[in-house]
């Protein structure tokens, strides 16, 4: 029995009509700092990685996307068989968000490609899947 995550995840790069990309921030006390992130989180008993992507996205970010691209999907850690799925959104459109007791702290900011690859050079992101996504949503071209 592996000590590794069980079910798998999606992560967005949700870009708006002028490239900017949803980013979300929070204070996370055990890893002592406020890091960056993407919209993402585990999928649901039965839920789709597509359909994961697409609630998490609208949940912490309060955004509902009409074009949906793959990025890939990767192992979340050795130990397990959970993947996590990478999508980028666009065709956007802004609501509020539908944050949980435990994601009330999660800032919604939007910033320029360009910046939050700064921020991933400067390790500003806790985990790996974001800066993967981001990272291959500026490497492929929006048509292909």
Do not use: N
Request: proline content about 7%; aromatic content about 8%.
């Amino acid at each position: 029995m592996s000590d590794g995550p069980k079910r798998d995840a999606s992560v967005v790069v949700a870009r708006d009509a002028e490239g900017l990309v949803a980013l979300l921030s929070a204070y996370f006390p055990v890893h002592g700092g406020e890091y960056l992130f993407l919209p993402g989180g585990r999928r649901e008993e039965g839920e789709p990685p597509l359909e994961c992507a697409r609630r998490e996205l609208r949940e912490e970010a309060g955004v509902t996307a009409r074009q949906w691209r793959p990025l890939g999907s990767h192992a979340i850690t050795l130990a397990s068989t959970a993947r996590v799925h990478l999508f980028e959104a666009r065709d956007l459109t802004l609501g509020p968000q539908e944050l949980t007791e435990f994601e009330q702290e999660f800032k919604l900011m939007w910033w320029s490609m360009s910046d939050a690859l700064h921020a991933v050079r400067e390790g500003r992101f806790l985990l790996p899947a974001g800066p993967l996504a981001l990272l291959l949503a500026d490497r492929r071209p929006a048509d292909a």
